[in-house]
């Protein structure tokens, strides 16, 4: 039986420089930096967080999904407070799609962008309920 979700990838043209956005950026923390026999190992999460994200340098394998801002939103990270949140990150240099956070039925979103195109989905949930 599946029990947690460890990793999402986030495919990546320069790990150092996508390092620095997650971490002095988006405030995440650096978790793994292994240099590897074949490739740099680097991972990334928010304190406390058993899901982790790789920064991964490398190509996809054929079948898999295209590089960096091939597909919006393949990594999504929660928020207590996104408005306050929104406003930290735009200090610190984070560019987002729109101008403020959006509200959606389940609460509120936003969508940030990477060095490399790839897009970051921050949400904060409202009163309602997804149904499964």
């Given at each position: 039986?599946?029990?947690?979700?460890?990793?999402?990838?986030v495919y990546v043209t320069d790990q150092d420089r996508a390092l620095e956005f997650y971490t002095?950026?988006?405030g995440l923390e650096k978790e793994v930096?292994?240099?590897g026999p074949e490739a740099r190992f680097l991972t990334v999460g928010v304190p406390g967080s058993p899901v982790k994200i790789i920064l991964w340098s490398h190509a996809p394998a054929a079948g898999q999904p295209a590089g960096p801002g091939a597909a919006p939103g393949p990594l999504?990270?929660?928020s207590d407070d996104l408005r306050?949140?929104?406003e930290a990150?735009?200090?610190?240099?984070v560019t987002f799609v729109e101008s403020e956070p959006r509200e959606y039925p389940f609460g509120l979103r936003a969508e940030a962008v990477d060095p490399?195109?790839?897009r970051i989905s921050l949400r904060q949930q409202g009163s309602g309920k997804m149904s499964k």
């Open positions: 039986m599946l029990t947690n979700i460890m990793y999402v990838t002095d950026g988006l930096d292994y240099p999504i990270l929660e306050k949140d929104f990150l735009r200090e610190r240099g490399d195109g790839n």
